[in-house]
């Protein structure tokens, strides 16, 4: 069984993957307060990388700022 801070890496890394809907690495949101610090120190790669490299414009500062990967 995942942690719950895993769970929130392994749909992060699966929705940018998959370049499908963001709406599933939304949920993680739900999560970010909890274990925003676990997630950033499990997080396969480096966080605001994945961020950069998938996400631009308003959605990439946004999500940044909440994960706090800047």
Known sequence: MLS???????IINESFE????????LV???FRDRYS???QQ??????A????KYTS???EKALL????AQ
């Not at 990388?49 to 950069?52: A, E, L, M, P």
């Not at 700022?65 to 706090?68: N, Q």
């Open 49 to 52: 990388n994945d961020i950069k």
């Open 28 to 30: 993680t949101i739900l």
């Open 57 to 59: 414009g308003k959605y």
């Open 37 to 39: 610090a676990e997630v």
């Open 4 to 10: 719950p801070a895993k769970g929130c890496c392994y």
């Open 18 to 25: 998959s370049f499908r809907s963001c709406d599933k690495s």
């Open 42 to 47: 499990d997080y396969e790669g480096k966080l």
């Open 65 to 68: 700022l909440l994960w706090k």
